[in-house]
């Protein structure tokens, strides 16, 4: 999977990204980088259901820390197999968050 990123910049979730959860030792790396300056809560979530299935709403569940409440730049990763990652703002004044995903072979 190729490096990928979105970015929030009001109280909203991004797109669902998707993952490889079939990956043989699952693992994937986050990174959510806040502007300088910002004043906003974000946290991660995940969730295990099929996002291309236009019959259901995922269900998001928050990911375990670091990645499930912050208020700068955090490094983490998710060992548990799921199909998609996302970055939610929660509250917002000010600023941005970017969340980047890297998942191996």
Do not use: C, K
Request: glycine share 6%; proline share 5%.
């Amino acid at each position: 999977m190729r490096p990928t990123s979105t970015t929030v910049s009001s109280v909203a979730n991004s797109a669902w990204i998707p993952v490889n959860y079939r990956q043989s030792s699952f693992n994937v790396g986050l990174q959510v980088d806040v502007s300088a300056g910002a004043s906003l809560t974000w946290r991660i979530e995940t969730t295990s259901d099929n996002i291309f299935d236009t019959s259901i709403t995922p269900t998001a569940i928050t990911a375990a820390a670091p990645l499930d409440t912050g208020t700068g730049d955090e490094v983490g990763n998710i060992t548990i197999p799921v199909r998609a990652v996302r970055l939610a703002v929660t509250i917002h004044a000010s600023g941005s968050a970017t969340l980047t995903v890297i998942q191996g072979n």
